[in-house]
């Protein structure tokens, strides 16, 4: 795992087949982002992008919003 | 088209449009407010006792500029700032009446913030902070998201469940995040259905099959169509969601992570409408187990059975374990809750999830008892020299599988020899495996449990029972020589919905 910066506790990690498929389904719908300069997510996002898990390529993700 | 009640009704919201007369709803002491009784889309207006926005651990701030209360016109930011202050307030209460304790999730305190209008979107999303609903332009006028008791209520809901299991916000699992949204779309449901005319009206228009489309089970008309005129796959023919759906139980990492509203997807949102439908469905039995005349039960009766389910949906989650398979944790501490809540209610319960496949049908099986059984049966059958030198015709299933206590179930098997040899397809160049006789047998036997085409008259406690109230039996069961048979009935068109 490759900590970009500091991982909050509370974050999804995908380093199971399950996570892996669920953070998978959030990437692929574009509901994964980078915040702004002042902390913000984009309107689309439910999730923030906090790190990048290396074993599976993906994103680690903290849940920002539910619709 | 739907049956109406008399009642004036609107198209999209127009500007500055007054209602000439609106319908009173509850008493009024303190003066009251203007709102629509579940969506703006053809909405029927109504007069409501004006809200309390801080009552209780579940209180509101709405950031807006402040409304002093009266009856204002559709259309204008005060009629939306009072509509939603009075479906908030009634959603809020409904929950708090089933758990008084709750409060907000703690990093929120005890108002959460309330945006109306945060910004140009099809949108409305809690964040743990707040409950923040936007607006876009549509044809006929502009659409905002609260606006829309159906969205506000489905908001709502979420900082609800996040309140009552905050644990499930951060859980990597698609059923977990689906039931999520799936509870949203109940609490807009059951929060509608605290409206004595939206009670009336929805009995009305189903004939008190509240799990038919209605507008009960149409969930934010207005917002879909505004969608829809954008993206035409995204939403339901009719509105957003609609909770009256024949969606089943797939496994979602089997499904799609997205794709158009018509199909089942892994997306929370989609999937959502699996737990939803079945939910709607339970409604709907429990209704008629215990209305005085099934064939009209009052709203009255509705009531009664929405804040019952309520309850029984509170100790199903309760209960649930967060894991994968969320929706039958929920599910199973459901219907152990309806049990106790009213004994008429498991079953109902049961024939909801088992339908949507929510449920197995299937469980532990005792073996033994079923190698005794099916031995007896053959005994009697064809006399002692063939017990143990042939394969049976008959197959005795363990009917504690469908409820039926500790006894056999004797089903004849597909276990005659084959004269050709072919089987389906999985693909066009990929034969299925031919199933044995056994699972063949099993799994006919569970469909017909799954789709309620069993009468279980006369060989079933009333509370272990899983089919439906009302639907057509091809199947009985028939008690003989301390075993059950199953007997064919009739075959049926496949045209009858229930």
Redesign the interface.
């Known amino acids: 795992m490759n900590e970009q910066r500091r991982i909050p506790g509370n974050s999804i990690v995908p380093d199971t087949v399950e996570s892996q498929a669920y953070v998978r389904g959030i990437v692929e719908r574009g509901e994964a982002a980078l915040p702004d300069k002042d902390g913000n997510l984009p309107h689309s996002a439910t999730h923030e992008i906090v790190g990048h898990h290396d074993a599976s390529g993906l994103p680690i993700l903290v849940r920002r919003k539910m619709f | 088209m739907p049956q109406q009640l008399n009642t004036k009704t609107s198209k999209r919201t127009p500007s500055h449009r007054r209602i000439p007369e609106s319908i009173h709803e509850g008493v009024m002491h303190d003066g009251g407010v203007n709102a629509w009784m579940d969506d703006p889309e053809n909405g029927t207006p109504i007069q409501r006792p004006a809200p309390a926005l801080e009552n209780g651990n579940l209180s509101y701030q709405i950031q807006d500029d402040e409304v002093p209360l009266g009856f204002y016109a559709v259309g204008t930011a005060s009629f939306r700032y009072w509509n939603a202050a009075e479906a908030l307030r009634r959603g809020a209460d409904f929950w708090q009446a089933r758990i008084p304790q709750l409060a907000w999730f703690e990093g929120i305190g005890p108002k959460l913030p309330i945006f109306l209008d945060d910004?140009f979107?099809f949108?409305?999303?809690?964040?743990?902070t707040a409950l923040k609903f936007?607006h876009g332009n549509a044809t006929g006028g502009t659409v905002f998201s609260g606006e829309s008791p159906d969205v506000l209520c489905h908001e709502m809901g979420?900082a609800i469940l996040d309140a009552i299991r905050p644990d499930l916000?951060?859980i990597?699992?698609?059923e977990v995040?689906a039931f999520?949204?799936s509870f949203?779309d109940m609490s807009a449901i059951l929060s509608a259905l605290q409206l004595p005319l939206m009670r009336a009206a929805v009995i009305s228009e189903t004939g008190g099959h509240v799990n038919r489309s209605s507008r009960l089970s149409r969930l934010a008309e207005q917002l879909g169509q505004a969608i829809r005129e954008s993206y035409p796959n995204d939403v339901d023919p009719d509105c957003l969601r609609n909770a009256s759906n024949r969606f089943m139980y797939v496994p979602?990492?089997k499904l799609p992570?997205?794709g158009p509203a018509s199909i089942l997807t892994?997306?929370p949102?989609s999937f959502s409408r699996v737990f939803t439908g079945a939910f709607l469905d339970a409604l709907a039995g429990m209704l008629l187990a215990i209305a005085r005349d099934p064939g009209a039960p009052t709203e009255d009766e509705l009531l009664q059975v929405s804040n019952q389910i309520g309850d029984i949906l509170i100790a199903g989650i309760h209960n649930a374990a967060a894991t994968?398979d969320f929706y039958s944790q929920v599910a199973a501490g459901m219907v152990q809750a309806a049990g106790q809540t009213d004994s008429a209610f498991a079953r109902p319960l049961k024939a909801a999830f088992v339908k949507r496949g929510i449920l197995s049908v299937s469980s532990a099986t005792s073996v033994q008892t079923l190698v005794d059984a099916a031995k007896i049966l053959s005994h009697r059958m064809t006399g002692a020299a063939t017990l143990v030198s042939h394969a049976p015709s008959h197959l005795a299933l363990d009917a504690k599988h469908y409820g039926l206590g500790d006894q056999a179930l004797i089903v004849e098997a597909p276990s005659q020899p084959r004269k050709f040899s072919v089987s389906a397809a999985v693909t066009d160049v990929v034969p299925s495996q031919v199933p044995s006789s056994d699972v063949a047998a099993q799994g006919f036997v569970d469909q017909l449990f799954k789709q309620g085409r069993v009468d279980l008259s006369g060989v079933a406690d009333e509370a272990e029972r899983i089919d439906p109230l009302s639907s057509l039996k091809t199947h009985r069961l028939v008690k003989d020589n301390g075993a059950l048979q199953l007997k064919r009935v009739l075959c049926d068109c496949g045209l009858k919905h229930d």
């Open positions: 910004g979107d949108n409305a999303f809690y964040d743990r936007f979420h916000w951060d990597a699992a698609q995040a999520h949204e949203g979602p990492l992570s997205s892994a997306e949102h994968s």
